[in-house]
């Protein structure tokens, strides 16, 4: 694949790609793992008490194969064609994926810019974002472990989890001299 086709993927798919540059995975590891990552999110819809439809699915499907950080209204565009599948179900999935933790919605710095939302996979994981073009990361693993439990220590709350996004510039935009540096 070739570099310039890296900048707009999303997370998932970025580090697949990069891994790919060093240590080759075939197809069908990556198929496997879509099918995993799909198998998850329904898992996850179901867990939070939202039913798991033929048209949610096509939604999620959608999200998940966005080139990056797709806008309800280019979700819709692009299943409308062949699916028939109307605005405001894209609207309703998308709140049902963002409360489920399948969809993640991009920060972004400018108020006005539309809402943008990315596919998550099932493992605990945060965000990094690039300011710039609005690329996004999945980073595994936080090591927030051990806050979480001082906090649960300190305040005698149970279950203690977190919210964390990151942010920056990413190389490309860098390398373009684009962003704060
Ligand atoms: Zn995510
Ligand atoms: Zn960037
Ligand atoms: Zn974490």
């Known amino acids: 694949m070739d570099g310039a ?17 060093n240590d080759y995975q075939n197809e069908e590891t990556a198929v496997m793992e879509e099918q995993a ?3 998850l999110a329904m898992e996850r819809l179901l867990a939070h008490g939202h039913a798991v439809t033929p048209q949610r699915r096509l939604v999620v499907e959608a999200l998940r194969d966005a080139p990056g950080p797709i ?6 565009a692009a ?3 062949s ?13 049902l994926l963002l409360d489920a933790g399948v ?7 400018d108020a006005d810019r539309q809402a943008r939302y990315v596919f998550c996979s099932g493992s605990h994981h945060h965000h990094l974002v690039c300011q710039t073009c609005h690329t996004v990361l999945e980073i595994a693993g936080c090591g927030m472990e051990t806050v979480d439990h001082e906090v649960e220590q300190r305040t005698g709350f149970a279950a203690v989890g977190h919210h964390l996004d990151f942010v920056g510039t990413c190389p ?3 390398a373009q ?5």
């Open 5 to 21: 086709l890296l900048l707009g993927l999303t997370g998932q798919r970025m580090r697949n790609t990069i891994a790919d540059e």
């Open 37 to 39: 990552n799909m198998a």
């Open 71 to 76: 806008s309800a209204q280019e979700l819709s």
């Open 79 to 81: 299943l409308e064609p």
């Open 83 to 95: 699916r028939g599948i109307g605005q405001m179900t894209v609207y309703r999935t998308l709140a």
């Open 103 to 109: 969809a993640y919605q991009v920060a972004t710095a």
């Open 172 to 174: 490309a935009c860098a």
């Open 177 to 181: 001299g684009k962003g704060d540096r």
